[in-house]
Structures are given as C-alpha cells and as structure tokens.
C-alpha cells in the first residue's frame, strides 16, 4: 500500500508532498531497509531530488546515488 501511495504522488511540484515522500521512506527504512533502497534504486528517475534525499538519508553511503 505504501508504494501504491507513494507512487500516485510522484510528478507533485509540491514541496510538502515530496517531503512527505522522503519522510514516508526514511521513516520506513526502520522496518525494512532493503525495501527502501530498492524503492529508490526502482523510482529515482520519477522522485522528486528532495524525495530522493529526504529518504536516502539512513541508506548506507554506498547505496547512496
């Protein structure tokens, strides 16, 4: 279901939202770090760069982008 919402507010030129995207995965990243990573491996070229970094912030340095 996360991804599913996540998703339907990709493209979202708003700042809260996409805040709300990175907080969502970093906030998730606690109950499965492997499912993040890959989320954001998989969607990158549709996140916005804020998501991107918000939800990247606990990926260990080597799966950073």
């Known amino acids: 279901m996360l991804e599913e919402i996540l998703i339907t507010n990709f493209g ?9 995207i990175g907080g969502a995965l970093r906030q998730y990243f ?20 804020l998501s991107i970094r918000e939800g990247a912030k606990r990926l260990p340095e080597s799966l950073k982008r």
């Open 12 to 20: 979202s030129t708003e700042f809260f939202i996409n805040k709300a």
């Open 30 to 49: 606690i109950t499965d770090p492997v499912w993040v990573a890959n989320f954001i491996t998989r969607h990158s070229q549709h996140m916005a760069p």
